[in-house]
């Protein structure tokens, strides 16, 4: 059973969409990745008010043990990391300094950094196996409900840069690149510099910048 994160529980996924999805899910006899008291660990961490940054990605790492509910983070323990998060710490050093000691990024979302990605849910072994099931629906509505202060947009692949256009007049910052997959982190994430420019971009905004480094 899926709970709706309490300060997100009012926007119409949650009533209209996420009924069809768990049925889905329960229908499926295969195993599900995150585990279901983790599939909205990133909305129930960062309730909208304390919003500041949004890493958009695609979806759940559909590795067993890697994928708790956080884009892109994975548990302290998990070894080696993820390529993706390698890519990730690889352009964060070059960019701003030293990674963090592991890939546990939940010390991000603690300044505020959303870390969500455009489908929730994924197979063991199906990356983008569960674009259909209607997940989609949720992120523009989560964007919407964002929309009433400025705030930085880090919108890495096609599927989190497909939502760029609704980010469109609201005095945000909005920075798109490829995934840092190993499939396309070379086509234009690697150079790009996002965590010196969201800090740069919070500073301008009179805001303390995000740690990235040292949990």
Same mark, same amino acid.
């Given at each position: 059973? &899926? ?36 599939? %909205? ?6 309730? /909208? ?14 590795? /067993? ?37 592991? =890939?546990?990024?939940? %010390?991000?979302?603690?300044? =505020?950094?959303?870390? #969500? ?22 992120? /523009? ?13 880090? #919108? ?26 190993? &499939? ?9 510099? /996002? ?10 905004? =009179? ?9």
């Amino acid at each position: 059973m &899926l709970t709706p994160p309490p300060a997100w529980s009012d926007l119409p996924f949650f009533r209209e969409t996420l009924p069809d999805i768990q049925t889905a899910l329960a229908d499926d006899t295969g195993l599900v990745l995150p585990p279901p008291e983790q599939v %909205f660990a990133a909305l129930e961490r960062n309730a /909208p008010e304390d919003v500041r940054v949004v890493i958009l990605g695609q979806d759940p790492y559909p590795t /067993p043990g890697h994928a708790h509910g956080l884009a892109f983070s994975v548990d302290p323990h998990v070894a080696p990391l993820p390529r993706s998060l390698i890519n990730i710490f690889k352009e964060l050093s070059e960019d701003i300094g030293p990674a963090p000691p592991n =890939g546990d990024l939940r %010390f991000w979302a603690d300044q =505020g950094v959303l870390l #969500l990605n455009d489908v929730l849910t994924v197979p063991v072994g199906a990356a983008r196996g569960h674009r259909r099931l209607g997940w989609q629906t949720l992120v /523009p509505q989560v964007l919407d409900r964002l929309a009433d202060a400025p705030r930085a947009f880090v #919108l890495w692949g096609n599927d989190a840069r497909a939502h760029s256009p609704r980010l469109d007049g609201h005095g945000h910052l909005v920075l798109e690149s490829a995934h840092p997959s190993p &499939l396309s982190a070379r086509r234009g994430f690697f150079g790009s510099r /996002p965590f010196s420019k969201v800090n740069a971009w919070l500073k301008e905004q =009179g805001q303390p910048p995000i740690n990235w480094t040292t949990p």
